[in-house]
């Protein structure tokens, strides 16, 4: 799996978009990126996911380079309940066996 | 939408004693799962994959016979933590994929493990 690599931490302020970026210059072909995010003393949520195109859900925007070596994850209305750790994985089509850095601490502030 | 469950939510165990913590696939059919751990204000490790009707292959340094898997069916996966000690504290999290759209992977819950 490409390596990610994200910021430590980040702050955003309650009802601004959150910009959240990650970079995977050594993803391949098929390798999708995905996002999750873990609220302290819960299992990871599943975000979002894209390969090539931008995707958008009723959670987040995925925003894909066109070279596909940096990505953003987009909260368009950030709230307090989405301060969070935030996970950027690159994982093969076939591969649904997850590697989790260190991600990124999102605190959203009122 | 696709949903993992895991049982218990939490477990308070006496050391020696074993515990058995399970994860189900609520919408649909996993042929695999997949086995974290969590210790405080660290990342997930990935303990094992659990494969349906055959044995469980296991990350380096993760001990087989204390972390037993079994994936009986389609849509059940126990991790039994055996002969508990205290160290064995963590949060225990599982995984499945849902192949409908896209290959989802989605995680259960969580499973809180004291060991006293």
């Known amino acids: 799996d490409a390596k990610t690599t994200q910021p430590t931490s980040m702050d955003c302020a309650e009802g601004r978009a959150a910009n959240l970026p990650c970079n995977h210059s050594t993803i391949s072909g098929n390798e999708y990126v995905y996002w999750y995010r873990q609220i302290h003393s819960q299992g990871p949520q599943y975000i979002i996911h894209?390969?090539?195109n931008n995707e958008t859900n009723e959670m987040a925007s995925l925003i894909i380079t066109e070279d596909r070596k940096s990505s953003t994850l987009i909260l368009p209305h950030a709230t307090l309940r989405d301060t969070a750790v935030y996970y950027c994985?690159?994982?093969?089509?076939?591969?649904?066996?997850?590697?989790f850095g260190a991600g990124t601490t999102v605190t959203v502030r009122a | 939408g696709a949903v993992v469950s895991q049982h218990p939510s939490w477990v308070i165990c006496k050391s020696g004693t074993s515990v058995k913590i399970e994860c189900r696939s609520l919408?649909?059919?996993?042929?695999?799962m997949f086995w974290y751990r969590q210790f405080p204000k660290q990342s997930l490790m990935l303990m094992a994959t659990s494969n349906e009707g055959s044995k469980a292959t296991y990350e380096q340094g993760v001990e087989k016979d204390k972390f037993l898997i079994n994936h009986a069916s389609l849509t059940l996966s126990t991790l039994t933590v055996t002969s508990a000690h205290p160290e064995d504290s963590s949060f225990y999290i599982c995984?499945?994929?849902?192949?409908?759209?896209?290959?989802?992977?989605?995680f259960g819950e969580g499973s809180w493990l004291t060991v006293v």
């Open positions: 995984s499945a994929t849902w192949t409908g759209y896209g290959n989802t992977i989605y």
């Open positions: 994985i690159a994982i093969g089509s076939n591969d649904y066996k997850l590697s």
């Open positions: 894209g390969l090539k």
């Open positions: 919408d649909f059919q996993a042929t695999t």
